[in-house]
């Protein structure tokens, strides 16, 4: 074992080998191994979750800010440092309407969760509209009107700018379904169908690339955890779960035989 | 009118009061922009124990009626436990060890300590973070890369002038990112950064305008109350 990669190391790539390849027993079918990774990985990411709350919002946003506040207002206990704005008895709200969101679980008081329901919705509705005006429509607006021609406008962008004009438009018609798609509407429309081809063609390309990135990423590590350093990682664990994928397999057969 | 017009009438102040916070660029109102989303924040945080405790519930009911696959659901709570567990442990310890009063100089140092302690780099829940749920998480997204391929098999014959330019994008959009594409013809590059800076900027644009259309006529029916399916139940 070369001096740079330590016990911890050559199990922690084990692990990340064994995980690796009980996923990818997904290729050959929906299989037991396959499901047990599936299971560890739902379990382990909804406990981090639950961890990851408490430690970046619940504990540090909420526990934490309205504990001092609420023994500074009733001169329970004094501190060094005074209270920081964020740290008020007004935090009592969000936990109020958290609580609240938790009745959904009784038949009986379940309706006290519209109150936060309704506190979300109303808020994230009314922050939305102008954010949605500016960011949405104006800024978009903006760069769609470029002017065809001047000082600084090569040819190349003149014609950039007129296609991209004909685009929005030839695809905002497509979506107008207040005048029926007949005659001149439908040409343009057709045209809007082209632009919308042309860029669902670009988006599936690069999620295709996405995906395979990825798919080299975990290849290239599985390749290089099959290296003497890691003590044939990938190629022992390969076996043992072919080996396992085998006599599952052997195993569910003959159930289905008895049966 | 408790159970019905009262959370309508939440909805409707909250809604025209964020509206209009917009609008005025005073001090309180940011100070309340800001709180209000920090509170969101919270309500996220406690609603999470809903969405656990369905998991949980789920697959206690799995184990408790001898389902098929009750084992897996056994798997899945002993995950949960580990991460649980490892993840408030260094809480629990600095709770009955506290920092010396000393090294406690102000509440943001309080409350940054505690919010590295299950989180940090090197703790036992980024432990398991970086060779638990990363590789699996990596390898079940890269595992759609293989079906994806088969996917883009189908997807790209081109029977039609749609298909066919659906197929010409996505090529260009691929070859243009790997460098084999720059080594059968320079311009291929260009053609990618053409293709994605002017006919799937115009179609992205137009559909932009289009779910901002529906993002505000959506919004404006939840502040006037007639949008009311998220409030669930008959009464």
Not at chain 1, 138 to 159: A, D, H, R, S, Y
């Amino acid at each position: 074992m070369p001096e740079s990669i330590t016990t911890m190391q050559i199990i922690e790539t084990w692990l990340a080998v064994g995980f690796t390849l009980m996923i990818y027993t997904f290729l050959y079918k929906d299989n037991p191994i396959f499901k047990l990774g599936e299971y560890i990985y739902v379990g382990l990411t909804a406990g981090y979750a639950v961890c990851y709350a408490w430690f970046t919002v619940i504990w540090p946003d909420l526990i934490y800010p309205l504990y001092r506040a609420l023994t500074v207002s009733f001169h329970i206990k004094q501190w060094e440092k005074p209270l920081e704005s964020h740290e008020n008895l007004w935090l009592i709200i969000p936990l109020v309407l958290g609580i609240l969101m938790l009745t959904r679980f009784s038949s009986k008081f379940n309706w006290l969760s519209r109150y936060t329901l309704a506190f979300i919705m109303g808020s994230v509705s009314g922050m939305s509209i102008p954010l949605v005006v500016s960011a949405n429509i104006f800024k978009q607006m903006v760069p769609t009107l470029n002017p065809f021609w001047g000082p600084e406008v090569t040819i190349f962008q003149t014609i950039n700018t007129c296609l991209i004009l004909v685009g929005v438009i030839a695809v905002l018609i497509y979506f107008f379904f207040s005048v029926e798609h007949k005659g001149a509407v439908n040409k343009v429309a057709r045209l809007g169908i082209f632009y919308m081809m042309v860029s669902f063609g670009a988006a599936f390309g690069y999620t295709v690339m996405a995906r395979e990135s990825l798919v080299i990423g975990r290849v290239t590590k599985l390749i290089k955890w099959a290296s003497p350093d890691y003590y044939y990682a990938t190629i022992i664990l390969l076996f043992i779960i072919i080996g396992l994928v085998v006599l599952t397999e052997l195993f569910s057969s003959r159930g289905e035989r008895t049966e | 009118m408790i159970k019905r017009q009262l959370p309508l009438l939440i909805a409707f102040a909250m809604g025209v009061i964020f509206i209009i916070q917009f609008f005025i660029p005073h001090q309180i109102s940011q100070d309340l922009l800001t709180w209000v989303n920090k509170w969101l924040m919270i309500i996220g945080g406690i609603s999470l124990l809903l969405g656990i405790y369905s998991l949980l519930n789920f697959h206690y009911l799995q184990i408790f009626r001898n389902k098929p696959g009750w084992g897996f659901s056994l798997i899945m709570f002993f995950s949960f436990l580990i991460s649980v567990v490892v993840g408030f442990t260094p809480s629990l310890i600095n709770v009955i060890l506290p920092l010396p009063e000393s090294s406690v100089q102000s509440a943001e140092q309080v409350k940054e300590w505690y919010r590295i302690t299950g989180l940090k780099d090197g703790s036992s829940l980024d432990w398991i973070f970086r060779h638990g749920i990363t590789p699996l998480s990596a390898t079940m997204f890269s595992i759609i890369g293989f079906f994806i391929a088969s996917a883009a098999f189908r997807a790209f014959r081109a029977r039609s002038l749609e298909a066919t330019l659906l197929l010409l994008a996505a090529v260009f959009i691929m070859l243009g990112q790997t460098p084999l594409g720059g080594m059968l013809w320079s311009g291929i590059p260009d053609i990618m950064t053409w293709i994605l800076s002017t006919p799937n900027t115009a179609a992205k644009r137009a559909i932009l305008f289009g779910i901002a259309m529906g993002s505000i006529s959506f919004s404006l029916k939840i502040i006037f109350g007639i949008e009311r399916a998220y409030l669930g139940g008959k009464n």
